[in-house]
């Protein structure tokens, strides 16, 4: 028994040491590795205090680093345990760290300039390498400050204060890790959260004041945004430039604001009043007299009376949406009136303005006697055959535009905002007749109400188009009757239609072509005629029961009205209403919010104004939208499917804006949820370096506003500033690439790793001789030392 | 009893196993880190005007092959104020090094084989493997520091260097004086740092240590 109790214990004894045979040949190994580096830290130590005392400040800090290097090896000791072992080799990484960025201030013998290169102007460069090579050692660097985080920590737990020492360095230019470093690593694992609270409170510990911590802090929130900006680089494009506005949105506002001054005198004649013909009125006695002393006879001087108002409205509506759109765009009136009256003295843009602009005196820039005058106009006439003069095309679609719309009235009984007024009603009137006929002929009541709603959609159309004309020819100032006037314009215009139109082809399924219809509503001519609907049920096909669809041009144009409609603005010309007050507290949220955190000067004037502008042009993109929908006879919730379907299809800095200033709200709220994404979005884009995007107004853009201080007015902008060009942007990048790649890259003679520690070149090529051929082991000959220069 | 110290003997020296167990793995995971031949296909604008110039026109690997070897030492080796106005060369050198292990993995290509065929139970041609082994630490090490891994492909990894090294080397080279009072803590400073690196490396290598001593 006691021989097998011995046997056992033998082979026991014999089990563990072959088991430890190979750990304590390692541990020996790591000892005497110890052993040689213990002499080597006394050999040095000697050294060091063999150095004078320096004056300069950089060589101080240096022998500051010495001293410190023998506190932080105080607890070093050869011991092979896993714990020591550990402690030791965090020991070892803070050292490294630390003189790794005390040789940073020892100046090279020779350095390579690097901030002068265009990296675009190097062919046999990839731009987009350089970049990603930035990327990753920036990754590996936050992962190897980590990891001299944790050793940090390990080395305070174990009593040697490298938060101070850190702390005591960086104030002689040492910073072992920065505190923009450290806000990196705890962004980045954002979930540890004891890893928060020790480095906090160590920091505290090591004397951090309350500000350095608040520092650090906003820089984890900094980091912390960066690096989800760079996950979503592509979702996020903000950058700190001035955004265009919607163009369609400045030009259907400037519009309008320029038609809400001329007027339709009464629902007869609905002949043009308003103020250029008002102003015309002041002027038109003193022309009268100049007419008749000219010698043109009374009908003579009717018509080149009639010439001068319409040239004299082209003048006023032109020169007026020149003015508008300045203060559409958010200038001042000083600004608007400048640039009008630019616009006249060079001489009216494309419109073919510029005489009828000097004869009216509106050129300002000229001596009354340079400018062509109403005696030039009057020597060129030919009484007898007095020429016409047409009226501006553009204005002149722009008012019948909105003369026709004026028919038109948005009812909201159900919440649906159907449109209204009398044409609706006759549509309405004409449905119902057609539906009723049809039944009674024995279609059924699905199919009926097709052909009803069809009739009703086809006479809108028509009524449209034909309306578009004739309030054409009303606002070029002709009556209704008479070879211009506005009847005879209508029928000139249908008589051109093609017999094959959609207009004609209706026409024939609802009147009778020997009805001489003026669609008086006092005789209800406008309903279908009898015969007529009795023929067209007798051809229907299958064709005849697709739904007609409204006219586009039709829709669109109710669309923009309608949208337009909740716009209002006070004396200066500025939005005002709920949407004006909106767009007071997002300039006032933005601005009182930057100023609170230390933000200012023009890089908040333009967020703010960009806001502004971005939040109207949403606005104003997603009503039109929407109205297009109800417009159209559709339901709110079909209109709220449109929306969202466009709003899922912004791109560029739409996304960005309408996230911050919409977020799921349909209207801004300053609330909690916009301050979080609008702090996120003043800390990316002004702290963490963006402003070198910054485009200059007026160096940009030689039309925008000049002003040297910014006004609150300015608020919707007058965009055409410039980006950044791709280059550019990739030039900012590439300068962060080379900062991370020269951080990394010891400019001296050994390549270092991304910690900063050397990656001995000795070390990688210690299985490799230095040599020129390749032995059978894989190994090299040696090259012989004369062909390698110093 | 018989049975006991039966089973007793089984524990201990299956525990010895265990450790055997996890050094082999280590092993197979090295070797298959070591990754396979193929010839680079691409070399990077510029590289024929440094190295192999007459090796251009038919991209001959071997004809390449040769001329790197003794190329790259040649610029490994060159002194601290060549690389501080040449800073392309170690990077120069590093894509190099990219061609100098391939070539190596391919030359032994059959020792490799061998030993994979017979490893575990066998550790025939282990020294040339354990060589191999090396050299791919080295190739990490040289590619962790412009942040790349091994699971990067030999001409990605060229393609980096090479273009980082040209970039660098355009620079305008700038000279200055650097006193001796500096030049003396610089000395103290690398002294420092190499002392810290030889024990660091010598305790973050173990598990390498091992394995080149499993596989002598």
């Given amino acids: 028994m006691i021989k097998i109790i011995y046997f056992i214990l033998s082979l026991f004894l014999f089990t563990i040491s072959f088991i430890n045979q190979g750990s304590a040949e390692i541990c020996k190994n790591i000892q005497d590795a110890y052993k040689d580096f213990d002499s080597d830290i006394k050999k040095l130590n000697k050294k060091v205090n063999k150095t004078k005392n320096p004056n300069d400040p950089n060589l101080q800090a240096i022998d500051e680093a010495f001293v410190q290097i023998n506190q932080i090896l105080s607890v070093a000791n050869p011991s092979c345990d896993k714990k020591n072992l550990d402690l030791l080799e965090s020991n070892l990484n803070f050292l490294s760290a630390m003189i790794d960025k005390t040789s940073k201030l020892i100046p090279n013998e020779y350095e390579k300039d690097l901030s002068k290169i265009d990296i675009s102007q190097i062919k046999e460069v990839d731009p987009q390498i350089i970049t990603e090579i930035s990327s990753s050692m920036k990754l590996r660097r936050t992962d190897n400050q980590q990891t001299l985080l944790e050793d940090m920590i390990v080395l305070k737990e174990n009593g040697v204060d490298v938060f101070k020492i850190n702390s005591d360095l960086n104030k002689k230019g040492i910073s072992i890790i920065s505190n923009e470093e450290i ?25 951090a004041t309350s500000d350095e911590i608040l520092q650090l802090e906003k820089g984890i929130q900094l980091a912390s945004i960066q690096s989800e900006k760079n996950l979503k680089s592509e979702d996020n494009p903000i950058k700190i430039e001035r955004v265009k506005p919607s163009e369609k949105r400045i030009d259907s506002i400037t519009t309008l604001k320029t038609l809400s001054l001329l007027k339709i005198n009464n629902a007869d004649d609905r002949q043009p009043t308003g103020v250029p013909y008002e102003e015309f009125s002041k002027i038109e006695n003193e022309l009268s007299s100049q007419i008749k002393a000219a010698g043109f006879n009374q009908e003579q001087s009717k018509q080149v009376m009639f010439n001068l108002r319409t040239k004299y409205v082209d003048v006023w509506f032109h020169a007026r949406e020149v003015y508008e759109k300045v203060l559409t765009n958010g200038g001042t009136i000083e600004q608007a009136v400048s640039a009008e009256r630019d616009w006249l003295n060079q001489g009216g843009g494309n419109f073919g303005l510029k005489k009828w602009i000097d004869l009216f005196n509106k050129n300002t820039s000229t001596t009354i006697e340079q400018r062509y005058s109403l005696k030039d106009y009057l020597n060129e006439l030919n009484p007898n055959q007095i020429k016409v003069e047409l009226a501006s095309a553009d204005r002149i679609a722009k008012e019948a535009q909105a003369r026709v719309l004026s028919y038109f009235t948005v009812e909201d009984p159900t919440g649906e ?58 606002a070029k100032g002709y009556t209704w009757e008479g070879v211009n006037g506005a009847d005879q314009a209508v029928m000139n215009w249908y008589n051109s239609l093609a017999e094959d139109s959609e207009i004609k082809k209706w026409d024939a399924r609802l009147y009778n072509p ?165 702090s996120n979005y003043l800390l990316v884009d002004l702290e963490l370096g963006k402003t070198k995007s910054l485009a200059d107004p007026k160096k940009d853009n030689p039309n925008s506003i000049s002003k040297n201080t910014w006004n609150p007015k300015d608020a919707i902008g007058t965009g055409n500033f410039k980006g950044l060009s791709a280059a550019e942007a990739l030039g900012s990048n590439l300068s962060a690439a080379v900062k991370e790649i020269q951080a990394s890259l010891n400019s001296g003679a050994v390549i270092r790793g991304a910690d900063g520690s050397a990656i001995s070149v000795e ?27 110093p | 009893m018989k049975k006991l110290s039966f089973y007793i003997i089984y524990f201990f020296f299956n525990t010895a196993g265990f450790a055997n167990e996890k050094l082999i793995k280590s092993i197979d995971l090295k070797i298959q880190e070591l990754g396979e031949y193929s010839e680079i296909k691409n070399y990077p604008t510029g590289f024929f005007e440094v190295v192999a110039k007459h090796c251009e026109e038919n991209k001959d690997f071997k004809c390449i092959t040769a001329d790197v070897a003794g190329k790259m030492s040649a610029m490994f080796n060159r002194g601290e104020t060549y690389n501080q106005s040449n800073p392309e060369n170690q990077l120069y050198a590093m894509a190099l090094f990219e061609i100098f292990y391939l070539s190596n993995l391919n030359n032994n290509k059959y020792y490799l084989t061998k030993f994979k065929s017979g490893w ?39 393609n980096a260097y090479w273009n980082l090294g040209t970039f660098l080397s355009k620079g305008t080279l700038q000279k200055q004086k650097v006193s001796k009072e500096y030049q003396e803590k610089k000395n103290i400073l690398d002294s420092y740092n190499n002392s810290i690196s030889k024990l660091k490396s010598t305790i973050q290598n173990q598990e390498l240590e091992e394995i080149y001593d499993y596989l002598k």
């Fill in chain 1, 183 to 207: 806000s990196e690593v705890i962004s980045k694992n954002a979930d540890d959260k004891k890893l928060k609270s020790d480095i906090i409170k160590e920091l505290k510990l090591s004397g």
């Fill in chain 1, 417 to 474: 905002r159907r449109s209204a007024g009398k044409i609706v009603d006759e549509a309405k009137a004409i449905s119902n007749k057609v539906k009723e006929s049809a039944i009674k002929y024995g279609i059924n009541a699905s199919k009926a109400e097709i052909l009803a709603s069809n009739a009703a959609m086809s006479y809108l159309n028509t009524w449209y188009a034909g309306t578009l004309v004739s309030e054409a020819q009303l």
């Fill in chain 1, 514 to 678: 020997s009805d001489d219809n003026d669609f008086n509503d006092d005789e209800l001519d406008y309903l279908p005629n009898d015969e007529a609907l009795q023929k067209w049920f007798s051809k229907l096909n299958d064709s005849d029961f697709t739904k007609l669809n409204p006219s586009d041009q039709r829709i669109n144009s109710e669309a923009l009205a309608r949208t337009l409609s909740y716009l209002k603005f006070n004396d200066q010309g500025n939005i005002a209403g709920d949407l004006g007050k909106e767009v007071e507290e997002i300039q006032k949220s933005i601005i009182d919010y930057a100023t609170s955190q230390g933000i200012k000067g023009k890089e908040i004037e333009i967020i703010s104004t960009n806001a502004v502008k971005r939040y109207l042009d949403i606005w104003f993109e997603g009503t039109l939208i929407s109205e297009t929908e109800l417009a159209k006879g559709n339901t709110w919730k079909e209109a709220d499917a449109a929306v969202d379907k466009w709003a899922n299809s912004l791109t560029g800095d739409m996304v960005v804006w309408a996230n911050l200033l919409y977020g799921d709200n349909e209207r801004f709220k300053a609330d909690d949820q916009f301050f979080t994404k609008l």
């Fill in chain 1, 763 to 789: 070390a990688a090529l210690s299985s490799m001789p230095a040599g020129g051929k390749i032995n059978p082991d894989g190994t090299l000959e040696p090259v012989p030392s004369t062909t390698v220069n």
């Fill in chain 2, 120 to 158: 575990p139970k066998e550790k025939e041609f282990s020294k040339q493997v354990s060589n191999l082994i090396k050299l791919n630490e080295s190739r990490r090490k040289m590619r962790e520091t412009v942040g790349l891994s091994l699971s990067n492909s030999p001409e990605e990894a060229m």
